[in-house]
């Protein structure tokens, strides 16, 4: 496969005349070939057609089909596989091995929903078979299935170019929807979109799919994203970023004259709270785990941890941790824009009133690689400032010291939703534990007990996603099998004859899909 | 029990100095004792502080406490039943023999929420047990549930004084998921709504649940309900009502600091589509059905019929529907305002260019009982006017005559979304069916043959929902058991010690929910 510098929509190459952006080396800061055009609001118009288009033929494949078709892509990523790690490492700095891991979760997660149709439970198939002899009146034949909701518009991740951008999470639950996808690539990774792209294209085609099954668009994010989401085509939006963007696509959504759900995943600084019987068992491996979490990936994690609760007599972390962040090198962070981010959250946090700065790692001077650097306050200046919840992304943490169980609770209850929530405790912890565990359930969508947010099981009980401003919509994920139903919608068949009906409600149940047939779980 | 005219918050009677109403019975004018206060938004606070309160302890009852509530509930109302309906009566026009269905429907309702309870499948647990020697990493233990998302708004509807107020759907499918529910009283039926909900105060008392779990409060919509919906400690809102209010509400909830969803079920047209075989079987069989479902509870459904499509060749249809509806007499509305609303409604249909006016019922003056009407037109003026859509809430219709298959497509294209659509066909018809289906599918909630959409049944399979405006978010119903999944939402637990799981998640499964474990569902 040639490297082909352009949008695509429904399998063609489109050039665009609305500007351009080349992809960066955040290392180096040198530019990279191709240079990859812009396409303007015509083409966002007909992309959202085509995918308009596509939706009837695509969603009355049948599982096997969509199954097959999101395998075909894992394959086509797969045969590219050297080529999309080498050009996703040259535009985000991110290393070898940790993209060729993130590419191994991408084509992995594109299985896992092939395995999910399979099984089928996701159709969620509700009988209720007619009772002509009921009392007082007869109840009719009732039959329910999901269906999917219409196309939907994806916005690449910056931080991850591959399990959350072009055929990431979003793209790969949508598709098994049954919704054609509109990807609006991220800039900061233009080349790994493209080559991811045109893998989903030849899959798509081997695959018989309709060709407006998969777009994607370069363009700039104030007009062609927001375009994106406006449009009456569109019935949906995945999104992985920043809070200021997610909550500006909310806006749109919900000011169409048809709103449109938006499932945004914004920010979240993941607490962890250490309790007095886990720190007793080793401070110093504590502090190792926790510098090994925040640092990783240069702390671009959506469960990065940035807040710690410690207690106030803390028999060594937060000096452990300090020497630990002091000799860790910074590393090269996604792009100039971030790492600017990053020194400005930072130098913030250092000028507010009640914060000590406790440590810093080593810069790397001229290559966006930044000090890693570590932050200590007190409870009361966590309450009453607020700023101090605002995600810094990046590898900076503040440790906060509580000084019993009733001030961690009461800080605890000021946070805002967070994607996950952290506790080590050892059983001598338990009663304060059990204290805590109903704060964090209101406030999070995965609680984890003695390890580190930032590995994210991709599986059916993986929860990535909590209240809001962690996420737009609190009653989804987008990692695991549960993304799937982010995507569709009950509808409900009355009377229907038979030669009419779907065949995920046919008696014969062709589909061999799980059931619930008047009350009765049949899988 | 004597009737105590008061919101009662957590409990407690509380007087209000907002204000009052009094129930009117709508066929005579007569103002029905006793005089209601309302609250001011001090009081909404008190409701929504009590409602928070009560959550955390709530929340941890377990599924048969909650699920034995929810039948004390039910069981208090049919101790009074006698009073209820007959206030009902005096307060909504509504005839005993519906009343009293609609009683059995919401006692019904509140004991298949109980049944959904015992049977668990709305936890939707799942687990994932660890891999300690999967490579290249372990996998860690993952479990998931469903928790419920906090206290909840619900406003009572003018037109199902039972089954959609003080103790209806949403209150019962919110308290079974766990969510402490305020209630804002419709003030068209204020007597009603107290009655009902002193029996759910005396069933929270006897259940031994947190006096906050309930409270129902009179009062303004602009004031009280709004206030409700922006109240930081509310959590989700369940409304049936007009598009303008339930529109009111979605601004209201997306525009707090932390947005929350609304569940609001609008309005609704309710397409039938006649087909040319169906027609052939009888005209006047189907002009006697459709009339009897238009004007039933004098129209006050949200799946009335308002919208029917019939082959230009029409058969006598329009015919047989028209002298059916010039000898049938009109039904005392709900208030005056709804039935000022019906006349504007229908003159504004009656001057529409392109609008002929087929029939009228009987008009009974002075008791607020407009005429039942029926308009026609074609479907290049229905396509043209958009207003056309618009509901008239009663028992009025337009009967749309259609060429062909491609010109019946093309205007079932412009429907906006809609709770049902109806097909009437026999075996002769199948292909037009087909080429229909799809669009039907994409536009509503619940698709019906050979039947009218007036009767929805209480059970697993139905949905009354569908794609906005007819609801604000067509991903859920809010008839039937998958109702309950509105108020929640998953949260992941990863490495939790055994003896710190929630019951729903521990190995033992101690409450015999169904679970998805390993990927294998168990039931």
Same mark, same amino acid.
């Given at each position: 496969?040639?490297?082909?510098?352009?949008?695509?929509?429904?399998?063609?190459?489109?050039?665009?005349?609305?500007?351009?952006?080349?992809?960066?080396?955040?290392?180096?800061?040198?530019?990279?070939?191709?240079?990859?055009?812009?396409?303007?609001?015509?083409?966002?118009?007909?992309?959202?057609?085509?995918?308009?288009?596509?939706?009837?033929?695509?969603?009355?494949?049948?599982?096997?089909?969509?199954?097959?078709?999101?395998?075909?892509?894992?394959?086509?990523?797969?045969?590219?596989?050297?080529?999309?790690?080498?050009?996703?490492?040259?535009?985000?700095?991110?290393?070898?091995?940790?993209?060729?891991?993130?590419?191994?979760?991408?084509?992995?997660?594109?299985?896992?929903?092939?395995?999910?149709?399979?099984?089928?439970?996701?159709?969620?198939?509700?009988?209720?078979?007619?009772?002509?002899?009921?009392?007082?009146?007869?109840?009719?034949?009732?039959?329910?299935?999901?269906?999917?909701?219409?196309?939907?518009?994806?916005?690449?991740?910056?931080?991850?170019?591959?399990?959350?951008?072009?055929?990431?999470?979003?793209?790969?639950?949508?598709?098994?929807?049954?919704?054609?996808?509109?990807?609006?690539?991220?800039?900061?990774?233009?080349?790994?979109?493209?080559?991811?792209?045109?893998?989903?294209?030849?899959?798509?085609?081997?695959?018989?799919?309709?060709?407006?099954?998969?777009?994607?668009?370069?363009?700039?994010?104030?007009?062609?994203?927001?375009?994106?989401?406006?449009?009456?085509?569109?019935?949906?939006?995945?999104?992985?970023?920043?809070?200021?963007?997610?909550?500006?696509?909310?806006?749109?959504?919900?000011?169409?004259?048809?709103?449109?759900?938006?499932?945004?995943?914004?920010?979240?600084? @993941? #607490?962890?709270? +250490? $309790?007095?019987? =886990?720190?007793?068992? *080793?401070?110093? !491996?504590? /502090?190792?785990?926790?510098?090994? %979490?925040?640092?990783?990936?240069?702390?671009?994690?959506?469960? @990065? #941890?940035?807040? +710690? $609760?410690?207690? =106030?007599?803390?028999? *060594?972390?937060? !000096?452990? /941790?300090?020497?630990?962040?002091? %000799?860790?090198?910074?590393?090269?962070?996604?792009?100039?824009?971030?790492?600017?981010?990053? $020194?400005?959250?930072?130098?913030?946090?250092?000028?507010?009133?009640?914060?000590?700065?406790?440590?810093?790692?080593?810069?790397?001077?001229?290559?966006?690689?930044?000090?890693?650097?570590?932050?200590?306050?007190?409870?009361?200046?966590?309450?009453?400032?607020?700023?101090?919840?605002?995600?810094?992304?990046?590898?900076?943490?503040?440790?906060?010291?509580?000084?019993?169980?009733?001030?961690?609770?009461?800080?605890?209850?000021?946070?805002?939703?967070?994607?996950?929530?952290?506790?080590?405790?050892?059983?001598?912890?338990?009663?304060?534990?059990?204290?805590?565990?109903?704060?964090?359930?209101?406030?999070?969508?995965?609680?984890?007990?003695?390890?580190?947010?930032?590995?994210?099981?991709?599986?059916?009980?993986?929860?990535?996603?909590?209240?809001?401003?962690?996420?737009?919509?609190?009653?989804?994920?987008?990692?695991?099998?549960?993304?799937?139903?982010?995507?569709?919608?009950?509808?409900?068949?009355?009377?229907?004859?038979?030669?009419?009906?779907?065949?995920?409600?046919?008696?014969?149940?062709?589909?061999?899909?799980?059931?619930?047939?008047?009350?009765?779980?049949?899988?």
């Amino acid at each position: 496969m040639t490297l082909v510098a352009s949008s695509i929509i429904a399998g063609q190459p489109v050039t665009g005349n609305a500007g351009q952006v080349r992809g960066i080396n955040p290392a180096t800061g040198e530019s990279l070939d191709p240079t990859f055009t812009f396409v303007d609001e015509a083409a966002v118009d007909q992309a959202a057609e085509a995918a308009w288009q596509a939706f009837d033929i695509y969603r009355s494949t049948s599982p096997e089909q969509r199954a097959a078709f999101l395998e075909l892509i894992a394959q086509y990523i797969e045969a590219d596989k050297d080529r999309i790690v080498e050009r996703a490492g040259l535009e985000t700095g991110l290393p070898q091995g940790r993209l060729t891991g993130e590419l191994g979760r991408t084509t992995g997660q594109l299985r896992a929903f092939a395995a999910e149709l399979r099984i089928g439970a996701h159709q969620e198939i509700r009988i209720n078979t007619a009772q002509p002899d009921r009392l007082p009146a007869p109840s009719p034949d009732l039959r329910q299935r999901q269906i999917p909701l219409g196309p939907v518009a994806v916005f690449g991740a910056s931080n991850f170019p591959l399990a959350f951008s072009t055929a990431g999470g979003d793209t790969a639950s949508a598709l098994a929807a049954g919704c054609p996808v509109v990807v609006k690539a991220h800039n900061a990774h233009p080349g790994t979109a493209a080559l991811v792209g045109q893998a989903v294209t030849l899959a798509a085609t081997e695959a018989g799919m309709p060709a407006g099954v998969f777009s994607q668009l370069f363009g700039a994010g104030s007009s062609v994203g927001q375009r994106l989401v406006a449009h009456h085509r569109i019935k949906a939006v995945g999104f992985t970023g920043s809070r200021g963007a997610g909550i500006a696509l909310m806006k749109t959504a919900a000011a169409r004259p048809e709103p449109i759900p938006v499932y945004a995943e914004m920010s979240s600084i @993941n #607490p962890v709270v +250490i $309790f007095p019987g =886990a720190l007793s068992t *080793g401070a110093q !491996d504590l /502090a190792a785990g926790f510098v090994s %979490s925040l640092t990783m990936g240069s702390g671009q994690f959506c469960t @990065n #941890p940035g807040l +710690i $609760f410690v207690p =106030a007599k803390d028999s *060594g972390f937060v !000096d452990a /941790a300090g020497s630990t962040l002091a %000799s860790t090198d910074g590393q090269t962070m996604l792009t100039t824009g971030i790492c600017g981010s990053y $020194f400005e959250g930072v130098v913030r946090l250092a000028e507010t009133p009640g914060i000590t700065a406790v440590s810093a790692g080593k810069e790397l001077p001229g290559r966006n690689a930044p000090a890693p650097a570590l932050f200590l306050t007190d409870t009361d200046t966590f309450r009453s400032v607020p700023d101090l919840q605002e995600e810094i992304f990046g590898s900076a943490a503040l440790v906060v010291q509580y000084r019993d169980e009733p001030d961690l609770v009461f800080a605890l209850e000021t946070l805002q939703g967070q994607l996950t929530a952290t506790v080590h405790a050892v059983e001598e912890d338990s009663s304060e534990v059990q204290a805590i565990m109903p704060v964090l359930e209101r406030k999070v969508g995965r609680i984890l007990f003695n390890g580190w947010p930032t590995g994210v099981e991709v599986n059916d009980s993986m929860v990535h996603g909590g209240p809001f401003p962690a996420t737009s919509d609190s009653r989804t994920t987008s990692v695991g099998s549960l993304a799937i139903y982010r995507f569709q919608r009950p509808v409900s068949y009355q009377n229907i004859p038979s030669n009419l009906l779907p065949e995920a409600l046919q008696d014969a149940n062709p589909w061999g899909l799980p059931r619930r047939v008047d009350g009765s779980l049949q899988s």
